[in-house]
Nanobody
Framework: VQLQASGGGLVPAGESLRLSCVGSGRTFGGHVMGWFRQAPGKEREIVASISSGGTTYYEDFVKGRFTISRDNAKNTVDLQMNSLKPDDTAVYYC????????????????????WGQGTQVTVSS
């Protein structure tokens, strides 16, 4: 079972990036899928997540700028990131887990069982 993230890169502030994550080895159609990030010297934090039925969660610092989407048939989850800021610089990880229906489980790291390897996003000022 594997989650493979891609799409990171170096962009100037104000630009956009689209991260993609594809799952293999099993279907994640019934799982909640999310994106986390970890900046140097900081703890890993939730960015956004989406349930199998389309319920979404966004951390406050990305509301209005980032959009999460998924394609259950393709076993993918994407993160469209607009108006990027230097503070968005981090390694971004995709993850999947069993939701259980509780809204708070959308953003709790303990929900997520499967983790991708991470993709670096660097935003220059």
């Amino acid at each position: 079972v594997q989650l493979q993230a891609s799409g990171g890169g170096l962009v100037p502030a104000g630009e956009s990036l689209r991260l993609s994550c594809v799952g293999s080895g099993r279907t994640f159609g019934g799982h909640v899928m999310g994106w986390f990030r970890q900046a140097p010297g900081k703890e890993r934090e939730i960015v956004a997540s989406i349930s199998s039925g389309g319920t979404t969660y966004y951390e406050d610092f990305v509301k209005g700028r980032f959009t999460i989407s998924r394609d259950n048939a393709k076993n993918t989850v994407d993160l469209q990131m607009n108006s990027l800021k230097p503070d968005d610089t981090a390694v971004y990880y995709c993850a999947a887990g069993v939701w259980g229906g509780s809204y708070r489980n959308l953003y709790r790291a303990s929900t997520y069982t499967y983790w991708g390897q991470g993709t670096q996003v660097t935003v220059s000022s």
